[in-house]
């Protein structure tokens, strides 16, 4: 066994288990560092040996569900960050470790882009695992459905590369069923001919949340899928580093990313650029890399709570409802409530896809509150219980990715799906070896 295993107590035990929600301590029977595939398959040998569980994690963005870990190994994939692109082929191959702000400036520099989401800091394989929604997903879809091949190191401790020629079932699996099957070890998939994108934000006094958030949901309806915009609630806390027009201010925010020429996206977008009141509109012709500060996610990791779901056409009474529940005037002190717009290619079904073949809904939901100390956790899970209750008759299912839960995996896809991702677990993981934070059995 070559690989060091990081023991509790140690202090790089200590800088390696922390999750990015700072209310999480991660407590794992041991930890890997890895450097490539070899140190994984050790890693699996000695889990193994010792009856233990083995998990894999970069940024622990998406800890919570996992649950236990006292009879897990935790591999920390940090070390496998390698970048690779074949701009002829339009194909990267990533590491295990890469994250999106590894990969995306250089693709953008060779006029490519990726089905990259809203955050440079998430980690690559564990988003598209996931399904993966980013800034183009109406135009190419979930980024899992991008996926050409990937490298794991399986349950009997062997390296394998799965593509949609050499183990298919498995391959669909992977694309969307999440990190149940096996320790990947690299990624490869599809770049996109993009060299630039016309996007932005708009910034508007929270109090005309109401007018802005309905002109936003009623433009949806007739939006090209060329277009992939978001419609929010946002509060800035009252920090240094954030600069002065939105220090400590609360706004209603619309996001857009146009894959058009800057003419005709502005012209699609200007009933949203026109509306009354606009504080700041940041809408520019960029290339891809532009889009990493779009978003404002937290780089950082925050102690916080979450609540994601899908929900379908809400129309002007789910507005409301939102709206009445955590806007302006409300008790809500969420600092974020997002509807990402969904449909157009996240809609469509293909037999080339994955086992997360679509997004089910119209909008994917996202509500955050901080939680500064422990008493907040209580009146940050009421606000957010208070938002699911609001679009509950608009409920769509859920996507695991923005899942802090832990949920049958019948809350995010179809009854046949379930039986086929399971089937593949018992047939690659029958001993239930690998602890994925969103398990399929
Ligand atoms: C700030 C922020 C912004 C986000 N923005 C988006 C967005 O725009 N679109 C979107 O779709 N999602 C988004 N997400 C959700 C994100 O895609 C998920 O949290 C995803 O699971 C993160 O992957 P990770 O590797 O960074 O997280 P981790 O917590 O490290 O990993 C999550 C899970 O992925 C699996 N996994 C990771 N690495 C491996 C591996 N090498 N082998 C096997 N399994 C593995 C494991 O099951 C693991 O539990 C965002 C999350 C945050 C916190």
Partial sequence: MAIDVLSRGSDT?????GAFNLLLSQEPAGIVTPTGAADVVDAVEYAKAEGLRIGAQRTGHAAEPLGDLSGTLLVRTAAMDTVSIDAE??????????????LVPRASDLGLAACHGSSPTVGIVGYSLGGGVGWYARKHGLQANRVTAVELVDATGSE??????????LFWALRGGGGDFGMVTALEFELLPIAEVFAGALFFPVERASEVLHAWHEWTMGAPEEITSVGRLLSFPPLPEIPEPLRGQDFAVIEAVALLPEAQAAELLAPLRTLDGVAMDTFASQPPAGLAGLHMDPPEPAPYAGHGMLVGELGTDGIDALLAAVGPGSPSKLISVELRHDGGALAKSDPSHGAMDRLPGEFLMFGVGIV??????AP?????ATMAD????WDAGRYLNFSDETLDIGAAFPPETCERLRA??????PENLFH???PVV
Avoid: C, S
């Fill in 160 to 169: 394998r590369r799965v593509d949609a020629a050499n183990d298919p079932e």
């Fill in 13 to 17: 035990y200590e800088a390696n288990r």
């Fill in 390 to 393: 609001a679009v509950k008759p």
């Fill in 89 to 102: 082929r339009r194909i990267a191959r990533v590491g295990a470790g890469t994250l999106w702000g590894d």
């Fill in 436 to 438: 994925a934070n969103h």
């Fill in 372 to 377: 500064p100390e422990p008493a907040a956790l």
């Fill in 380 to 384: 940050t899970k009421e606000w957010l």
């Fill in 424 to 429: 593949a677990k018992a047939k690659y993981d």
